[in-house]
């Protein structure tokens, strides 16, 4: 594709000069005069800029759509040469939150036709660079807010989430839990969606909580719970083992993490990763079914019990 059409999609999905020359390794003039050969080219603005205001014309809408269909069938085309000559797939971009990154390597990733590059960063960030096009698709959680019209959300699974302390907190935690008020709670941190989701279910249950300690990792959370530091809510799969050896105790709470693949639109998925998106769905399944197990929860359920007092 014309490097000019390829700046100018850069900066409509951006929707800033600034991040798109920081995604696409130039400068803002340089960017700045690709833009405006590219509409002295085509006989027609593209782009409303001013100090108030940043989007598209209705010429650069009509440039947008056919530009992003292009760069789609050749990508499509690109593919499909690839795998009818023999040579090295090309490379496919994932990303993922936390813990559901473990599961890529259980689901089959090993097995895929593309060469695959994935990189773990919370829900927001994934989607910055899906729309950066730094990811051809990544697998997160509720987003807040919604995200661009461009972008298509499935719904992969839900990640049973669980609320765990170390042996020597069970009694204390069963009082607070029958007191309605976790006092030593390790969170994650405000600012992420799993931190609200996490809140929603847990106000939704009458429990109030008091953060001792916020953090965007879940295995220093772990590790921290596991030193007593207070009680967590964290991924089953994370704890499973934990759990299993009697160093983590579970209380009768399961909170339902729903997980996304989120793409652009239009974006062509080869059939191997559909086929994992397929198995990471499976996988997250039975690890709902057996977090319900142990927690002597129904499983048909998606929200949170808490035991009676």
């Known amino acids: 594709m014309d490097h000019e059409f390829k700046k100018f999609l850069a900066v409509a999905e951006a929707g800033s000069f600034t991040q798109a020359a920081e995604h696409l390794r130039v400068s803002q003039p340089a960017l700045s005069v690709a833009i405006k050969n590219l509409e002295q080219r ?34 499509a085309m690109r593919q499909i040469l690839s795998q009818s000559s023999g040579r090295t797939a090309e ?6 939150i936390d813990n559901v990154g473990q599961l890529l390597f259980k689901s089959g990733v090993d097995d895929t036709a593309e060469k695959l590059e994935v990189a773990v960063s919370d829900s927001r960030r994934l989607l910055e660079d899906l729309l950066l096009d730094r990811l051809d698709m990544a697998f ?21 989430m669980v609320l765990v302390a170390s042996l020597s907190l069970k009694t204390n ?7 309605g008020r976790l006092g030593q709670f390790l ?12 809140d929603r279910q847990l106000r939704r ?29 964290l991924p089953f799969q994370l704890v499973a083992a934990e759990l299993k050896r009697g160093q983590l105790v579970l209380a009768k709470t399961i909170i339902g993490r729903p997980v996304y693949s989120a793409y652009q639109s239009g ?21 709902y079914t057996a977090a319900c197990r142990q927690a002597g929860v129904e499983a048909k359920s998606r929200q949170g019990v808490l035991p009676r007092p």
């Open 267 to 287: 974006k062509y998925l080869p059939p191997s990763v559909v086929k994992l998106i397929a198995n990471i769905g499976d996988h997250l399944s039975r690890n």
């Open 91 to 96: 490379r496919f971009r994932i990303g993922t």
């Open 205 to 233: 249950l009458g429990l109030e909580y008091a953060p001792q300690v916020s953090s965007s990792d879940p295995y220093l959370l772990k590790s921290l719970a596991l030193a007593g530091r207070g009680a967590s809510v």
């Open 42 to 75: 085509l006989g027609a603005k593209l782009l409303i800029r001013d100090q108030q205001n940043f989007g598209l014309t209705q010429a650069g809408k009509i440039v947008y759509d056919s530009a992003a269909r292009l760069r789609l069938e050749l990508d």
């Open 173 to 179: 935690l069963n009082r607070q839990l029958a007191l």
């Open 187 to 198: 969170s994650y941190n405000e600012e992420s969606n799993t931190h609200h989701l996490i």
């Open 140 to 160: 997160i959680t509720s987003p807040r807010p919604r995200p661009s019209s461009r972008l298509v959300l499935d719904e992969v699974g839900v990640e049973p």
